[in-house]
């Protein structure tokens, strides 16, 4: 029912900045948390940014101070701005909403953009 579609991924200098963004279609309620994660080829997927319903924010260690996750409501978007990127930022970038509705929990994520740091 709902879908999460990203965008704003390319190729960047080190040093540069990217604004990724992720657009819903369909009707998103309940949600507990939004975010975003990234994974390298060959690694784990990792958390990146998370934005609970009551505003709380956490980011993952390598990338506080870089990296900041916001929502506007009014246009149903999610966004990560991404500073002072580095080659080691590359990844596929996804983002994610949680839903919690009458005890069921699931989570809805989109295809994922293609972020690429390289000089």
């Known amino acids: 029912q709902v879908q999460l579609v990203e965008s704003g991924g390319g190729l960047v200098l080190p040093g540069g900045s990217l604004r990724l963004s992720c657009a819903t279609s369909?009707?998103?309620?309940?949600?507990?948390?939004m975010g975003w994660y990234r994974q390298a080829p060959g690694k784990q997927r990792e958390s990146v940014a998370t934005?609970?319903?009551?505003?709380?924010?956490n980011y993952g260690d390598s990338v506080k101070g870089r990296f900041t996750i916001s929502r506007d409501n009014a246009k149903g978007t999610i966004h990560l701005q991404m500073y002072s990127l580095k080659p080691e930022d590359s990844a596929v970038y996804y983002c994610?909403?949680?839903?919690?509705?009458?005890?069921?929990?699931?989570?809805?994520w989109g295809q994922g953009t293609q972020v690429t740091v390289s000089s």
């Open positions: 934005l609970t319903s009551h505003g709380f924010i």
């Open positions: 369909g009707s998103i309620f309940d949600i507990d948390a």
């Open positions: 994610y909403v949680r839903v919690v509705k009458v005890g069921t929990i699931y989570d809805v």
